[in-house]
């Protein structure tokens, strides 16, 4: 794992963000666009959501370190670590669609990747385990996201992590080891309790799906 870099390109697209304020520019324009069932307070909606993509952005390597974290002192650290590894890759080693971007606008498409990446790995753990892998609640976080990369291009990168997923884990990868294994793993208190530090991202910036008025 290679978290120090991720960190550091984070790091350098804030600064790149403090000499050009790229995604200040870019939320002023999208904020009149914006779905109407995501829902900002009245005041300092475009710093609140400003504050939402940094956050977004910032939690990615956190996220990667915990959940790396979680999964050895869970034991099953051989079938999660390739996945974390992809998530830190998408920083990295982005992918075509997104080379040569820079600044924390840019950024935002690759966090989206990572945190689907997880969200899709909760999901098969959910299917096999009855039970998430990390139970850190990242859907509203990523439908914000997914609005704000716009249609069009999040489902394309949502391509890219079903494909991710499809290639590095299947049926077999959950036949490793017996599944009772795994599920007293999981149901840990020790796994648990590591995670319970992390609320939903969204709600803790202040930004809500809700219905349209």
């Given at each position: ?14 600064d ?5 304020g790229?995604?200040k520019?870019?939320l002023?324009l ?5 779905h ?10 475009q ?18 370190e915990?959940?790396h ?10 079938q ?7 998530a830190?890759?998408?920083?990295l ?5 997104m080379?040569g ?30 039970q ?23 489902n394309?990168?949502d ?16 036949a490793?080891e017996?599944?009772?294994?795994y ?26 799906l809700?219905?349209?008025?």
């Amino acid at each position: 794992m290679n978290i120090a870099a991720v960190r550091e390109q984070i790091s350098q697209a804030h600064d790149h963000e403090g000499r050009t304020g790229q995604l200040k520019e870019r939320l002023e324009l999208q904020l009149p666009h914006l779905h109407p069932s995501i829902q900002l307070p009245e005041q300092d909606a475009q710093g609140t959501l400003a504050r939402f993509v940094s956050a977004y952005i910032d939690q990615v390597p956190e996220l990667i370190e915990a959940a790396h974290e979680v999964a050895r002192e869970a034991g099953i650290e051989s079938q999660i670590k390739p996945v974390l590894k992809i998530a830190e890759a998408y920083f990295l080693q982005p992918p075509s669609v997104m080379q040569g971007q820079v600044g924390l606008d840019c950024l935002l498409d690759e966090a989206y990747l990572a945190h689907r990446l997880v969200e899709e790995v909760n999901d098969l753990y959910i299917r096999h385990f009855q039970q998430p892998l990390i139970p850190f609640d990242t859907t509203l976080a990523n439908l914000i996201a997914h609005q704000l990369i716009g249609e069009t291009f999040a489902n394309q990168l949502d391509e890219v992590v079903h494909h991710s997923v499809d290639e590095m884990l299947n049926d077999e990868s959950f036949a490793a080891e017996s599944v009772e294994a795994y599920r007293e793993a999981l149901c840990s208190p020790e796994t648990g309790a590591a995670w319970k530090r992390w609320p939903c991202l969204s709600r803790q910036l202040g930004v809500e799906l809700g219905q349209p008025a």
